[in-house]
Each structure stands twice: as structure tokens, then as C-alpha cells.
């Protein structure tokens, strides 16, 4: 069966700085992954995704993420986080094999002024 | 492009009675609708997956007989929650792929349900 797991509830950065949001998965297929934003009581906006090529994507807003089949990661980046950036961040897996997406627990992202 | 809408936004209902909720897709062909539900404070967990010309398949935990769903045709489901509770309060959604190589769905806002 196929699992997402986001280590971190939360994480605290000042505006400024550097982040990274972990993701790993457990899949034994080709995994399609994504990176959705849950602003305040709002739904999803996807931020970027991965299907294959480029380990390396890019999304909105300066958010990139990296692909590691050999660590089964795929964890979010951005430079320089602004305090707009604070929010709930989802890693997806979807699973071809099933036609079914998998949600991790989400990180909530507090960026101090 | 790609647009999944989802009526309505907000709604509230008395704790024992029902509320229907509907998922319109634009802009393509949902050959997939699969509902969501996010309780306070938590992730989104997989409440059923309707493909085209397949049983609907509920998950673990709920049922046909507590979320009704119906997906007619490409571009339209709707889901009821009979008798509502306090533990069926939060944020559902809809999210409609159209299967594939690279398989995607894409969400709507979401229905948020508030059970009195």
C-alpha cells in the first residue's frame, strides 16, 4: 500500500530565511508526486509536481522541489520565505496503479516577521 | 484549462438531518471523481473513488449508506451526508482526474460542512 508521510507538523522560519519541508513515500510503482498549499480556511492550490525528467521542479511562488527515488523523498525548498508563505503544505502521492491519491499529514509553515 | 467547482462553499445543518453536496468539472472529462474529507485539525482522507464504468469504491470507515454518491456522466458528482453528526463536520473535497498515463486529479475548493 502506498504512504505519505510528512515528518514535520509544523515548522517555524523567519521571514527571510531558507526552508525545506520534508516529504517521504512509500510506493512500489512509479510515483507521481505534488506539493498543494492549504491557505486559512481555504481549499488546495497545487504548488508544483513531479512525474518524470528533472529531479528538480519548479512551482510557484519561488518553491521548488526535489525528487530522490533512492531516498523516496521529495522535499520542498524555497530560497527566501515571505511572512504570506504561512499556510499548510500537502505532499501527494498519486498511484497509477489504483487511481488513487495519498495525502500526508501536512506541515503548517509559521513565518515570524 | 482545468477547473473543478464545488457548490456549495459553506453550509451548516442541524446535527440528524442531511446535506448534498455537488462537484462540476470544466474544461475536461472526469473519468474519476474521488471525495475527501478534512476534519479539523487534519489531513484529507479518501472517502470514495468513482471511475466511469466501475463500482464506486468506498474506503475503510464510511459507507454507501452514510455518503451516497452519485457521478453520472463526466462532469458531475454529488455526494450526501445522511445524518449528519458533530463528527462529520469539516472541509470536503472533490477531486476529478481523467485517469491516464499521468494519472492527477484536481480539487475544487471544497464544501465546508458545519453540523449543529
Known amino acids: 500500500a502506498q504512504s505519505v508521510t510528512q515528518p514535520d507538523a509544523r515548522v517555524t522560519v523567519s521571514e527571510g530565511a531558507s526552508l525545506q519541508l520534508r516529504c517521504k513515500y512509500s510506493?512500489?510503482?512509479?510515483?507521481?508526486l505534488f506539493w498543494y498549499v492549504q491557505y486559512p480556511r481555504q481549499g488546495l492550490q497545487l504548488l508544483l509536481k513531479?512525474?518524470?525528467?528533472?529531479?528538480v521542479v519548479q512551482g510557484v511562488n519561488g518553491f521548488e522541489a526535489e525528487f530522490s527515488k533512492s531516498n523516496s523523498s521529495f522535499h520542498l525548498r524555497k530560497a527566501s520565505v515571505h511572512w504570506s508563505d504561512s499556510a499548510v503544505y500537502f505532499c501527494?502521492?498519486?498511484?497509477?496503479?489504483?487511481?488513487?491519491?495519498?495525502f500526508g499529514t501536512g506541515t503548517r509553515l509559521q513565518v515570524l516577521p | 484549462g482545468a477547473l473543478v467547482y464545488q457548490y456549495p462553499r459553506r453550509t451548516i445543518c442541524k446535527s440528524g438531518t442531511s446535506m448534498r453536496m455537488e462537484c462540476q468539472a470544466v474544461?475536461?472529462?472526469?473519468?474519476?471523481v474521488a471525495w475527501y474529507r478534512q476534519s479539523p485539525q487534519k489531513t484529507f482522507e479518501l472517502i470514495a473513488l468513482?471511475?466511469?464504468?466501475?463500482?464506486?469504491?468506498?474506503e475503510q470507515n464510511f459507507t454507501q449508506e452514510k455518503f451516497p454518491i452519485s457521478h453520472p456522466n463526466l462532469s458531475f458528482s454529488s455526494m450526501t451526508v445522511l445524518n449528519a453528526y458533530l463528527e462529520d463536520r469539516g472541509l470536503y473535497l472533490c477531486?476529478?482526474?481523467?485517469?491516464?498515463?499521468?494519472?492527477?486529479?484536481?480539487f475544487g475548493p471544497g464544501t465546508r460542512l458545519t453540523v449543529l
Open positions: 477531486g476529478a482526474g481523467t485517469g491516464g498515463h499521468s494519472y492527477e486529479q484536481y
Open positions: 510506493y512500489s510503482g512509479t510515483p507521481y
Open positions: 468513482s471511475t466511469v464504468n466501475s463500482a464506486i469504491k468506498y
Open positions: 513531479y512525474y518524470s525528467g528533472d529531479p
Open positions: 501527494v502521492l498519486s498511484a497509477l496503479n489504483t487511481n488513487k491519491v495519498v
Open positions: 474544461g475536461f472529462q472526469a473519468t474519476s
